[in-house]
């Protein structure tokens, strides 16, 4: 079946340590995203990526890296420059692209909560 | 720039009550706009979309109108369930980023 995995579904971290989180899709979707969403709040985007080689940070990228080696994988990492890493972090793909066909839906993964011990 | 206002909630209901959740937006260009509903624990699941000014989306008894003229995307369902409580996000994407609203957070009581 085709869609998103995230994992792992929960994580903990250490002070100063850095962590990866995982972000899978099968969908040939051009674009994914990173968005960490904290209890009672939104979604705040920190990094997306409009193609292979190519990402940009989002509204609240400091203390995070992405990188887009292939088309199918996302990986976030976590560093410890990140204050207040505990949160859910969700993933998300879409078919989209320059030009006028952007506005295609996302599909999101199920999410990986992180909490620093 | 581009921004999705939703109403504040938590909104609560009785079972079988109407809903109304409003949202508008601002954005450059005519873009696609969307509701997704996130259930406890879970990532979001898109609810409906529409893709152009007077275009209804629906989908299980949630409905939504794209209105260009008040730049609104309210989502409505004639008869709620418990089942429904959940959060949920307006969004639109209007340059290939995805900009969600804060979230309206729904209780349904029986």
């Known amino acids: 079946d085709g869609g998103i995995t995230q994992s792992p579904k929960y994580l903990f971290r250490k002070e100063g340590q850095n962590v990866t989180l995982s972000c899978e899709q099968n969908l040939n979707h051009d674009a994914m995203y990173w968005y960490r969403q904290d209890p009672g709040q939104g979604l705040r985007l920190i990094y997306y990526s409009q193609i292979v080689n190519d990402f940009q940070k989002g509204d609240i990228a400091e203390g995070y890296s992405v990188s887009r080696e292939k088309k199918e994988s996302f990986p976030l990492t976590v560093t410890s420059a990140q204050k207040n890493p505990t949160a859910f972090y969700l993933c998300?793909?879409?078919?989209?692209?320059?030009?006028?066909?952007?506005?295609?839906?996302?599909?999101f993964g199920q999410g990986t909560r992180l909490t620093v011990v | 720039g581009d921004s999705v206002t939703q109403m504040e909630g938590p909104v609560t209901l009785s079972e079988e009550a109407f809903l109304t959740i409003n949202c508008t937006y601002t954005a450059t260009g005519y873009p696609s706009l969307f509701w997704y509903v996130q259930y406890p624990g879970e990532g979001l699941q898109l609810l409906l979309k529409a893709t152009k000014a007077d275009d209804k989306g629906s989908n299980k008894g949630f409905e939504a109108t794209y209105r260009k003229e008040t730049t609104s995307f309210h989502l409505e369902k004639g008869s709620v369930q418990v089942s429904d409580s959940a959060v949920y996000f307006c969004a639109l994407c209007p340059t290939g980023k995805l900009i969600f609203g804060q979230g309206t957070t729904l209780q349904v009581k029986p």
């Open positions: 998300a793909s879409s078919a989209s692209f320059s030009g006028f066909l952007l506005n295609t839906e996302a599909f």
